[in-house]
Nanobody, 127 residues
Framework: QVQLVESGGGLVQAGGSLRLSCAAT????????MAWFRQAPGKEREFVAV????????AYGDSVKGRFTISRDKDKNTVFLQMNSLKPEDTATYYC????????????????????WGQGTQVTVSS
């Protein structure tokens, strides 16, 4: 079992930055690839970024490439999402997700592959 708690959301002006954090606890947290998804009102949950279990591989959704960076601090069992050059269309609830994988598993952008989810943190970007 893995428990996830997000933090760091808030209100920011377009062009600004925010850093989201996701703290993981639980027996199998060290065996998980971690990802961020987001969901705006009336829209489906969208893939944002993923980082491998070991932290060496990452992938990003097309809409955030070059602006967002995912990273993880294994000692602190925390995953971060650094969001720069924010746009109003980035407004959404951001969710941290985790899936237990083997070390060589490919990265997944499919939300159905993720077993564990946080409660979400709201990000609002004003124009």
């Amino acid at each position: 079992q893995v428990q996830l708690v997000e933090s760091g959301g808030g209100l920011v002006q377009a062009g600004g930055s925010l850093r989201l954090s996701c703290a993981a606890t639980g027996r199998t947290k060290d065996r998980c690839a971690m990802a961020w998804f987001r969901q705006a009102p009336g829209k489906e949950r969208e893939f944002v970024a993923v980082i491998s279990r070991g932290g060496g591989n990452t992938a990003y959704g097309d809409s955030v490439k070059g602006r967002f960076t995912i990273s993880r601090d294994k000692d602190k069992n925390t995953v971060f999402l650094q969001m720069n050059s924010l746009k109003p269309e980035d407004t959404a609830t951001y969710y941290c997700a985790a899936r237990e994988t083997i070390l060589t598993a490919p990265l997944s952008e499919d939300r159905s592959d993720y077993r564990y989810w946080g409660q979400g943190t709201q990000v609002t970007v004003s124009s």
